[in-house]
Nanobody, 127 residues
Framework: QRQLVESGGGLVQPGGSLRLSCTAS????????IGWFRQAPGKEREGIGC????????HFADSLEGQFTISKDDAKNTVYLQMNRLEPEDTGIYYCAAEPSRSYYCSVSTTDPYHYWGQGTQVTVSS
């Protein structure tokens, strides 16, 4: 059974940092792209960035590049989302998703290619 499990969410003060984890099981990790998305209350799901597991290359939404970084640990089948300088508008549910692809390039402009999704983890930025 293909499964993605996010962890690491919680409450953080404005200006703080969090690192989310996405652990995959039940499928060949290196045959996929892993994307990170978020959904704020009352808003549509938004793409943050993605990583090609085969190449380690990353891509970020233009507005978020510099604030977030993505890395991976192949031995643990885990992808990380490092979030810095968090502000209240970063509050939402954060999801990871898997796209079957061995391409160097990836995108989060649409959720369509992402077949498998985690359950999400809540991130709340508040003082």
């Amino acid at each position: 059974q293909r499964q993605l499990v996010e962890s690491g969410g919680g409450l953080v003060q404005p200006g703080g940092s969090l690192r989310l984890s996405c652990t995959a099981s039940g499928f060949a990790f290196d045959y996929y792209v892993i994307g990170w998305f978020r959904q704020a209350p009352g808003k549509e799901r938004e793409g943050i960035g993605c990583i090609s597991i085969s190449y380690g290359s990353t891509h970020f939404a233009d507005s978020l590049e510099g604030q977030f970084t993505i890395s991976k640990d192949d031995a643990k089948n885990t992808v990380y989302l490092q979030m810095n300088r968090l502000e209240p508008e970063d509050t939402g549910i954060y999801y990871c998703a898997a796209e079957p692809s061995r391409s160097y390039y990836c995108s989060v402009s649409t959720t369509d290619p992402y077949h498998y999704w985690g359950q999400g983890t809540q991130v709340t930025v508040s003082s």
